[in-house]
């Protein structure tokens, strides 16, 4: 048996070396910072957010607002002066010292009326009274990247803020806060950990090889391993459907002119989105409209009708139809239930040309109101005039796009979160391979350090600081 402090010693080595991704403040990213952290626009309330290094609290303090004393965290109702002394506004401010705070700094925040006018000459009077230290307008995300690199919450959690911002539905919402409160970091963090033991495991015999423990032979790497990269398969899985929630789903509905593309996108979108007649060919050009489904948001693309025609704008509509499909997530191609209109088999196959490799295809059978039902194997027979199976075909649709049947418990993931996720577990079943195959030892540690450093990305811990700018520069400014 391997003594309990060799163990120890080798895997605290081994976390140091996996986990010890740092990141060093730069001069700009400890200037004291100032923004409007409300949105553009009018309103009854909004928010000047500044951030400050603790030991320049009383020099703010002092420069605006004068002789007031403040409580921390308690809401003080001041007059705002600007740099002439004239009274601006009266304001709530709140002040929390660092490193109690949002950032980890000192925050300072000036609640006042929410005209955008006003807002600005608050801003210009701080900028105008704390000229001394150096105050600059905040960048994008900034008060949320000093966040992650003062340690108050990590790179995934830091992505969760501007995700429940951008959320388009209450599913999306519930899965940000989740992400936000620390669930996906936990999930990962846990799984990291296995991938730290195990490998300080292993290491830890190579380095005494003297103890003549025949891991192999027992079966205990082997287990541990296909413990590891399962527990890595349910994480992946999980986030697969938490990007969905994020990005939501595109489809691109294709078929004959007249089959009822437009009619069906109407009928989802529950409102008269696209034009309908009985004209085939109306639709010349992509129609697209969100909808949401058991909280997951679909992009659906209505398009041109597929024949071969001479018509030129029609052939650009086409074009365009085929475009769509190279980029959509699902394709639902339609079909005559009715057998008014002929499928030509040309049609699909051009289609199928374009869409990107393993799309799923899920074929429609519409217009099983009007009699005779040609209903092809598979199919999911509908009406987009009396709206019958609409409820399947959503369900087609979830189930085509990898979604449970419910959101509950899902965590916000981004595509690097994929990314990730997807190259630890190739890491942790090469690592598997080595094992099963009698290999060398050395090689099994080195793809579990892989695996390590692909998950401490997700968390921020080895992630290089040009990525890090590229994450925050897509949040909002004031946040």
Known sequence: MLKASHVNMRWSRTVGLIRGGSFRMSASDKDPIVAVATAAGRGGVGIVRLSFPKDFDADVLDALFPGRSFTPRHAHLYPVLDASGELLDEAIVLHFPGPSSYTGESVLEIQAHGGPVLLRMIVRTVLEKCRHLHFRLAEPGEFTKRAFLNGRMDLAQAEAVSDLIDAVSESAA??????????????????????????????????????????????????????????????LDNAVQGRVLRDGISVTLVGSPNVGKSSLLNALAGEEVAIVTDVAGTTRDRIEHWVTVRGVPIRIVDTAGLRRTDDIVESKGIERTLEAASRADVVLHLVDASGGIVDEPEVLELVMRHVRPRTPLITVANKADAGRKVVPEGAVLISAKTRDGLEALREALLCAAGVASTTDGLFMARERHLEAL????????????????????DLFAEELRLAGQALGSILGETTPDDLLGMIFSKFCIGK
Do not use: N, W, Y
Not at 435 to 440: L, S
């Open 174 to 235: 519930h899965a940000a806060v989740r992400s936000l409160s620390g669930d996906f970091s936990d999930r990962v963090r846990d799984v990291g950990l296995q991938v730290d033991e195990l490998r300080a495991f292993v290491e830890a015999a190579l380095d005494f090889p003297e103890e003549e423990t025949d891991f192999l032979a027992e079966g205990r790497i082997l287990e541990r391993t296909r413990s590891v990269a399962d527990a890595l398969k349910g994480v």
């Open 422 to 441: 997807r190259a630890a577990l190739e890491h942790v079943e090469c690592a598997l391979r080595v094992a099963q195959d009698g290999g060398m030892m």
